[in-house]
């Protein structure tokens, strides 16, 4: 089978597309022919090893996981003998950050890990971006306990996270006051936003108003700068960890002290959000927002235009075309 494989950390260019050994489901996993997947900012910090602690995870001096991929979307081709939940030619979409995977032409899962059917109607290339960027923007607005009614800002509404914030926050009944550049505007009204602030005609924390939650998707302010901007118990996240890896510190100091507060949750996801993800994508309530499309034979080209930081939602990978 084909894959887009890299065994040292580097730039786009440490990834060829090599042929690989096909794979064999085991007794509880499913063998899944991937139709599309996306590359990501995840994929991307695995990749580069930029941020030097990402090693622990990934290897110290060399990938232990060489093909990318977090989310997939494809067909189950394979079942292992004890598998109850899935049956060959289902459509499944899913997502594994801690084996990957989903650059490639097939991909084992467990059948119990985040995966299930995708909604009727949905195609494989609008799956397979369900999960990334929507489950870092679910564990962070369940770690703020955000509610019906309260005053959200999303800075960075345009990225992957932060278009999926936008579209969650609506469902969960928050106002929204999202932040993008001029461009982008209708598309995040589009998505459900009630204010948009374009970031190049005004700097958004030039504002009286104040906010129960400061989500910057996109890591581009300070807590110090949204501070002012915060209601008395308000609380502060970002994607990044901050000027000297701030956010850390601040998330560990600021509840000690009460009011305004920064966190930084580990995210999690499990089998019911990836079921509520699917049910929200047939109700109308979240589609992911697509840039590009490319084939797996053009996968650098994909991270190299990643790695602009001005994708507009997700990048998809047609491993099909
Ligand atoms: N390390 C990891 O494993 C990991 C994993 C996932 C995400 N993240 C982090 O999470 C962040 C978001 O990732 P993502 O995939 O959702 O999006 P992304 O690829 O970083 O997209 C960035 C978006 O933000 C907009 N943007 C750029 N500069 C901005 C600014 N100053 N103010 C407001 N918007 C701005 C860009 O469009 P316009 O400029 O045209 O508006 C673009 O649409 C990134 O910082 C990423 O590093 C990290």
Same mark, same amino acid.
């Given at each position: ?7 040292? $950390?580097?730039?786009?260019? +440490? +990834? ?55 989310? %997939? ?5 394979? @079942?292992?003998?004890? +598998?109850?939940? %899935? ?26 890990? #985040? ?8 195609? =494989? ?19 703020? /306990?955000?509610?019906?009614?309260? !005053? ?13 914030? *936008? ?7 928050? =106002? ?22 374009? $970031?190049?005609?005004?700097? %958004?924390?030039?504002?009286? !108003? ?9 890591? /581009?302010?300070?807590?110090? !700068?949204? /501070?002012?901007?915060?209601? /008395?118990?308000?609380? $502060? ?11 850390? &510190? ?16 580990? &995210? ?34 994909? =991270?190299? =235009?990643?790695?602009?930081? !001005?994708?507009?939602?997700? @990048?998809?990978?047609? *491993?099909? #075309?």
């Amino acid at each position: 089978m084909k894959a887009a494989k890299y065994t040292r $950390y580097g730039p786009p260019e +440490v +990834v060829s597309v090599v042929e690989t050994d096909k794979l064999q489901p085991g007794p509880n996993e499913v063998l899944i022919k991937i139709h599309a997947t996306t590359v990501n900012r995840t994929d991307c910090g695995f990749r580069s090893a930029e941020y030097f602690v990402s090693r622990f995870w990934s290897g110290l001096f060399r990938p232990h996981t060489t093909v990318l991929g977090n989310e %997939f979307a494809g067909e189950i081709a394979a @079942v292992g003998e004890e +598998v109850t939940l %899935f049956h060959i030619g289902d459509r499944v979409f899913g997502y594994d950050d801690s084996r990957f995977g989903g650059h490639a032409e097939y991909k084992v899962v467990a059948e119990n890990s #985040t995966l299930s059917l995708i909604p009727d109607c949905v195609a =494989y290339h609008e799956a397979a971006p369900i999960t990334e960027g929507a489950h870092y923007a679910l564990a962070n607005i369940r770690a703020a /306990k955000v509610k019906a009614g309260q !005053q959200v800002l999303v800075n960075g509404a345009t990225g992957a996270i932060g278009s999926a914030a *936008v579209q969650l926050l609506r469902y969960f009944g928050a =106002y929204v006051t999202a932040v993008c550049a001029t461009p982008h505007v209708d598309l995040v009204k589009h998505l459900g936003a009630d204010v948009v602030v374009d $970031y190049l005609a005004t700097d %958004f924390t030039r504002t009286n !108003q104040k906010f129960d939650f400061i989500f910057d998707a996109v890591g /581009k302010s300070s807590f110090r !700068q949204c /501070k002012p901007l915060l209601e /008395k118990n308000g609380i $502060y996240v970002s994607t990044e960890l901050g000027k000297n890896g701030e956010n850390v &510190p601040l998330a560990i100091l600021t509840p000690i002290f009460g009011g305004r507060k920064v966190i930084f949750p580990i &995210p999690g996801f499990n089998t019911e959000d990836i079921q509520l993800l699917g049910k929200l994508v047939t109700e109308g309530h979240f589609k992911p927002v697509i840039d590009r499309r490319y084939s797996l034979n053009q996968i650098v080209d994909a =991270y190299r =235009y990643v790695e602009t930081g !001005q994708k507009i939602g997700n @990048v998809v990978i047609d *491993v099909v #075309t």
